[in-house]
C-alpha cells in the first residue's frame, strides 16, 4: 500500500501550520500530510484520496468548529459517512455529548486541548497513532 | 507332550526298587522313574532333569536319612519349582518334621510306612492328575495372552504391509518354525493374489518380502496352499515324512518337515492364507500352538477385513474426489461460457455513452455469472435505462436475467410501450407467464427488483418507475432518492406500479444501482453501506469530472469492504444529464 495520508483541518491558518510542524517532526516522512481550512476543502481531499490513490485519509485531525456552510456539521457527517477514519480533535471547546457520540459512532481517537502542549500532546498523539 | 518323570529318594534300595515296581505297573507309560539314594543326589538328578527340558509331576521322598533330611530336600525341591507335587514316606510319624514340610515344601501328602498299595496309587494318581491340570491351566493362560497380546498387535494397524510385517515377524520370533507366509484375496481386486512371506534368516531380524508366483512356485507347497483355498479348512502336519503330501516335490526339496496352514475367513470370505512351516524338525508346532494359531488367525481375518474395507474406502474417496474435480472443471467450464454468453446479452456501455458521453457502469458478479443486469434502449424519441436485481445470484439469477432482457426488449421495443408504469405492469404480467409455465409451481418465487427511467432529452425530462428498488438524482449537491413502488416483479402484491416525473437541470446525474450495493458490509463485516452513505458519496462524486467519479466510488466501494467477502451481485449506473 502506497504512503498514507494524515489530513488536517482548522480554518486558523497558523495553529494549523503549527499542528503539521509538530506531527512532520515526531512523524517525519512516514506519513503524507494534507491540510483543509473548511469542511469543504476537507471532502475534496478526501474525495481526491479515493480516486487518486484508491484510499482514504489514514487519520483526521481537526478543529471543533469552523466558519461555513457545513462547518459544525463536518465532523457528524464524518462520523455517518466515514466511521472507519480514525479521528483526533484539536480543540478549546468542548461538548462533551458530541464528543460521546463521536466515539461511539465514529473513530474519535482522543482529543488534544488547544492551546498546543508539545510534550503530552505528542504522547497521547503517539499512543493514538499506534491505533491507525 | 514330551517325556516326564517322577523320583524316588530314600536310603533303602529295597523301598525304591518296590516303589517303582508298584507306580510301574498302574501308572502311564509316559512316566519314567529316576531313584536317587539321598537327597543331595535326588537335587543333582532333578537338576539334570529340569536342565533336559522334561517334567518332573511328581517327587516321592523319605525323611530319615543320612545326610539331608527329607524335609530340607523337599523344600528345597519346591524352590526349584514349586509346582512339582511332592509327597512325604516315613516310618517314624515326626510331626516336626512333616509339619515343616507342609509348610514350606507345599507337601502334596504324607504317606506312613509300610504303606498301603491302595493308598499309595490313588495318592499319586491324584497328585500326577492335579500337576497335569494345574499344566494345562498354565498353558491355557499363556496362550489367552499371547492371543490377546496378537490381538492388540493386529487391531487398529491400517497399513497392509506394516500389519503383515507385525503379524509375521511376530510368529517366527514366538514359534519354533523356520518360515512363515502370507497370501491375500483381496475384494477390490478378483483374481489377484498377493503374497508375502519372511523366514528366519541366522541372527538378522526377519525382513518381510513380496513373492512373485514363480518364487513362490519354487519355495513354498502349492498343493498345500491350494486345499487350504479351496476347502477353506486348516492343513495341520506335524510330521510330514509320513503323510499324505509327501508327493509335492517342494516339501521334499526344502526338507519341510512342520506345516501349519490357515485359512483367514471374515464374514463367509477367504481373506487370504497364513502358512507357516519349519525346515528343521518335526512336530514344531504342537496342540497347544495350533490353538493359539486358530486364534490368532481368527483375529487376522478381521483385522484384514478392515484393512481391505479402509483400503477401498480410501480409493472410493480418491475417486470421488477425482469426479468432483471433473464435475467441477467442467461446471467451471460451462459457466466461464454462460457468463461470456450474459455479458454477449448486456449492452455496450458504448451505445450509452453514445447518447449520453458522461455515463459509467459499475458491474460486479458475487459469483461469475450474476442475477443483476442493465438494459438501455431507444424508442420512439425516448431513452429508457433499466438496472435490475434478480432473485439469487449465480446461474438461476443469470438465467432469469437473460428472460428478463428479452422481454424489456419486446415490450419496448416491440410493442412500443413508453409509460414506465405500464412498462412495469406488462413486464411483471409476461414474466408471471414466463416462469410459471413450468409443471412444478416451484419457480413461482422467482422474480426481480427493477428501477426503470425513461428519459426525454428533448424536454429535459425523465420519468422513473421502481419496483422495490428506488434510484437517486443528483442536483446542485443535493441527493433526491426517489421511492420505488413497494412491489417486486412476479410477485403476490397487487398495487399498482407508480411513476415519478423529474424536470432536470443541466449537470445534474442520475444513479440507478441494485441492493447488493446499499448491502455491502463493511471491513469489519459490522454495518452495512447503507443508501444514506451511498447518497453521500453521489453528492461528493458527482462534484468531480466523469472520469474521476468512477474510481472515487469503485475505491470508496473497495475502501468499505476491505477484506470482507462481497454480500451480493452489485451493479451501479451513473448518467450525467446535460
Known amino acids: 500500500m502506497s504512503k498514507r495520508t494524515i489530513l488536517f483541518v482548522d480554518d486558523d491558518p497558523i495553529a494549523l501550520r503549527m499542528v503539521i510542524d509538530q506531527f512532520k517532526k515526531h512523524f517525519g516522512p512516514a506519513f503524507r500530510y494534507e491540510k483543509a481550512s473548511s469542511a469543504q476543502e476537507a471532502e475534496e481531499v478526501i474525495l481526491t484520496e479515493l480516486s487518486i490513490r484508491g484510499q482514504l485519509p489514514a487519520l483526521i485531525v481537526s478543529d471543533w468548529l469552523m466558519p461555513g456552510k457545513r462547518g459544525d456539521e463536518f465532523l457528524q457527517d464524518l462520523a455517518r459517512f466515514y466511521p472507519e477514519i480514525p479521528l483526533i480533535l484539536h480543540s478549546g471547546h468542548a461538548d462533551e455529548q458530541l464528543e460521546h457520540e463521536l466515539v461511539e459512532k465514529a473513530g474519535l481517537l482522543c482529543k488534544l486541548r488547544k492551546p498546543w502542549n508539545g510534550q503530552e500532546h505528542i504522547g497521547t498523539i503517539h499512543q493514538a497513532i499506534q491505533l491507525v | 507332550m514330551s517325556r516326564s518323570y517322577i523320583l524316588c529318594v530314600d536310603d533303602e534300595k529295597s523301598v525304591l526298587s518296590s516303589l517303582k515296581h508298584e507306580l510301574s505297573r498302574n501308572l502311564d507309560k509316559k512316566c519314567r522313574f529316576e531313584v536317587a539314594e539321598s537327597g543331595e543326589e535326588g537335587l543333582k538328578i532333578l537338576g ?36 512339582i507335587r511332592k509327597i512325604m514316606l516315613t516310618g517314624q510319624a515326626d510331626a516336626t518334621a512333616v509339619g515343616n514340610a507342609l509348610n514350606h515344601a507345599n507337601l502334596f501328602r504324607f504317606i506312613s510306612k509300610p504303606w498301603n498299595p491302595d493308598d499309595l496309587k490313588l495318592t499319586v494318581e491324584k497328585a500326577l492328575s492335579s500337576y497335569y491340570l494345574e499344566q494345562s491351566l498354565d498353558r491355557k493362560v499363556q496362550t489367552l495372552t499371547l492371543i490377546n497380546r496378537y490381538a492388540e498387535l493386529l487391531a487398529g494397524n491400517l497399513d497392509l504391509h506394516n500389519w503383515l510385517h507385525t503379524l509375521t515377524t511376530n510368529l517366527l520370533q514366538n514359534l519354533d518354525i523356520t518360515h512363515c507366509l502370507v497370501q491375500l484375496f483381496p475384494e477390490s481386486k478378483p483374481g489377484e493374489k498377493l503374497v508375502f512371506h519372511t523366514y528366519q534368516n541366522g541372527n538378522s531380524s526377519p525382513v518381510l518380502y513380496e513373492l512373485d508366483a514363480e518364487s513362490l512356485a519354487a519355495r513354498y507347497p502349492l498343493s498345500v496352499l491350494a486345499h487350504v483355498r479351496e ?79 479402509y483400503h477401498s474406502l480410501e480409493q472410493k474417496v480418491a475417486q470421488r474426489t477425482e469426479d468432483i474435480r471433473e464435475d467441477h472443471s467442467r461446471m467451471s467450464e460451462s459457466i466461464e461460457v454462460g457468463s461470456r454468453l450474459q455479458t ?32 438501455f434502449g431507444q424508442s420512439q424519441g425516448l431513452y429508457f435505462i433499466v438496472s435490475s436485481d434478480c432473485t439469487g445470484h449465480g446461474v438461476p439469477g443469470a438465467l432469469l436475467s437473460i428472460i428478463g432482457i428479452n422481454l424489456l426488449n419486446q415490450i419496448i421495443k416491440v410493442q412500443g410501450l413508453t409509460q414506465p408504469a405500464a412498462i412495469l405492469e406488462e413486464l411483471d404480467r409476461q414474466f408471471s407467464a414466463s416462469v410459471t409455465r413450468t409443471d412444478s409451481g416451484a419457480i413461482k418465487k422467482e422474480g426481480m427488483d427493477l428501477s426503470l427511467c425513461a428519459i426525454d432529452t428533448q424536454n429535459r425530462r425523465f420519468t422513473y418507475a421502481g419496483a422495490r428498488q428506488p434510484m437517486i438524482y443528483v442536483e446542485n449537491d443535493q441527493a433526491l432518492t426517489l421511492k420505488p413502488t413497494k412491489r417486486s416483479i412476479n410477485s403476490d402484491t397487487q398495487i399498482p406500479f407508480e411513476e415519478v416525473e423529474v424536470n432536470y437541470q443541466p449537470a445534474s446525474s442520475i444513479y440507478l444501482f441494485s441492493d447488493g450495493l446499499v448491502d455491502q458490509f463493511d471491513s469489519k463485516n459490522s454495518k452495512k453501506f447503507t443508501i444514506k452513505r451511498l447518497e453521500e458519496l453521489l453528492v461528493l462524486a458527482s462534484k468531480q469530472s466523469m472520469l474521476l467519479r468512477e474510481g472515487t466510488i469503485r475505491n470508496r466501494l473497495d475502501v468499505w469492504r476491505g477484506q470482507t467477502p462481497q454480500t451480493d451481485d452489485q451493479l451501479l449506473i451513473g448518467i450525467q444529464l446535460d
Open chain 2, 48 to 83: 539334570d532333569i529340569l536342565k533336559a527340558g522334561y517334567d518332573v509331576p511328581l517327587v516321592i521322598s523319605d525323611q530319615l536319612m543320612p545326610g539331608m533330611k527329607g524335609d530340607q530336600f523337599l523344600i528345597q525341591v519346591n524352590q526349584l519349582d514349586e509346582r
Open chain 2, 231 to 309: 476347502a477353506c479348512e486348516l492343513v495341520y502336519e506335524p510330521n510330514l515324512l509320513n503323510s499324505d503330501w509327501s508327493e509335492d516335490p517342494v516339501l521334499e526339496q526344502h526338507q519341510i518337515r512342520t506345516v501349519c496352514c490357515l485359512p483367514l475367513k471374515a464374514n463367509n470370505r477367504l481373506q487370504g492364507i497364513l502358512y507357516l512351516d519349519s525346515r528343521l524338525r518335526a512336530k514344531s508346532i504342537n496342540e497347544d500352538q495350533l490353538e493359539l494359531l486358530e486364534a490368532v488367525s481368527r483375529q487376522a481375518s478381521l483385522a484384514l477385513e478392515s484393512i481391505f474395507l
Open chain 2, 344 to 375: 454477449s446479452v448486456l449492452p455496450k456501455i458504448d451505445d450509452l455513452r453514445s447518447v449520453f458521453p458522461n455515463s459509467f457502469i459499475i458491474y460486479r458478479p458475487r459469483d461469475v455469472l450474476s442475477g443483476d443486469f442493465f438494459w
